[in-house]
């Protein structure tokens, strides 16, 4: 038996992708004459035409149900504040959650970057104090304006003008590079010696870093490094969605690269220049260089990285003897 609304939504798909086809089309002749076209925009019809051809997303109709019954039954101010809230709490620990459980697990120790330093309950009971203190006394009264934030800048919530996925990706790339971009230098002027000891040493309490450290900072250090993450959303937020996904991303990478474990087969690490938890647990262990979040140009750049590098080489040259 065939649905009426699926043969609409499967004629509107095709509709779709001829309509996509022919601006294609225009733009590859524009591009054989000489005319003037933006390379963006015909990469942009090439994906969204690709995007065409797959079969659609089982939970895309469910997800929509629902932001649209968040819409209806809650207000834009509620749904920015704790909306917000609940996200990055919630991601947060969940995201913190695995590499809690490792250190339970005999078998994952094997994967543990520092293993002569393991975690203790001291230590992971001070820095879940911390946090709830950061979360909510310097974290919340930022995420306070997220809602002022929207109105100013009239940032919809709808979901007709949600983003496709893959322009969700490509901004969220973007305000990873520019919030790396922003931590490598910041980071790097913490580290000085006149002020190191007064804001960033309080992160470098643990040496060997997990996950649930990645937001185990001083106040201030929470204010300035976190700003990074604010001028992507200012420069490329075209919907609420986007703040979402990218607390989300950013989360997921900070968490990983604090987690204390180099994991086989991390998905992340298939995402060109990674730097990764092997490239910032060096950074806590070493105290010197590896300043960057999230990608590793910039210590590539300036040779920051280059006692990393000269201690990669030379554990492999140890673990190639003992074999």
């Not at 294609?24 to 019809?45: D, G, H």
């Not at 709830?132 to 930022?142: K, S, T």
């Not at 109105?151 to 949600?162: A, L, Q, R, S």
Request: net charge neutral; glycine share 4%; aromatic share 18%.
């Amino acid at each position: 038996m065939v649905f009426p609304w699926a043969e609409k939504r499967k004629k509107a798909e095709a509709m779709r992708g001829q309509i996509i086809i022919i601006k294609l089309s225009s733009e590859i002749r524009k591009m054989a004459t000489n005319e003037n076209v933006s390379i963006f925009s015909s990469a942009s019809l090439a994906v969204e035409y690709v995007d065409s051809l797959l079969p659609e997303n089982p939970l895309q109709e469910p997800f929509k149900n629902a932001w649209n019954y968040m819409l209806d039954n809650y207000t834009k101010f509620q749904i920015a504040t704790w909306g917000s809230l609940i996200i990055h709490e919630v991601i947060y620990f969940l995201f913190s959650l695995p590499g809690f459980l490792f250190q339970f697990i005999p078998y994952m120790k094997k994967y543990k970057i520092q293993k002569d330093k393991p975690e203790t309950w001291e230590g992971q009971w001070k820095c879940f104090k911390v946090l709830l203190f950061n979360h909510f006394c310097i974290q919340f009264p930022l995420i306070c304006g997220t809602y002022y934030f929207t109105e100013y800048f009239n940032i919809p919530y709808d979901w007709e003008t949600m983003p496709r996925w893959y322009l969700l990706l490509a901004r969220c790339f973007g305000c990873a590079v520019i919030e790396d971009t922003w931590h490598y230098f910041l980071h790097r002027l913490l580290h000085h010696k006149r002020i190191y000891k007064y804001i960033h040493k309080i992160h470098h309490e643990f040496q060997a870093p997990f996950g649930m450290e990645a937001e185990y900072a001083h106040p201030l250090e929470t204010l300035i490094l976190g700003t990074g993450f604010f001028i992507g959303i200012v420069l490329l937020c075209d919907h609420v969605v986007l703040l979402w996904a990218w607390v989300t991303i950013r989360l997921l990478e900070t968490i990983d690269v604090h987690s204390g474990y180099d994991i086989p087969l991390n998905p992340l690490n298939l995402i060109p220049f990674y730097a990764g938890s092997r490239h910032h647990d060096f950074h806590h262990m070493n105290f010197i260089g590896n300043y960057a979040s999230t990608f590793t140009w910039w210590d590539r750049i300036f040779g920051t990285d280059s006692q990393f590098i000269a201690y990669t080489e030379k554990m492999k040259k140890i673990k190639k003897k003992a074999e």
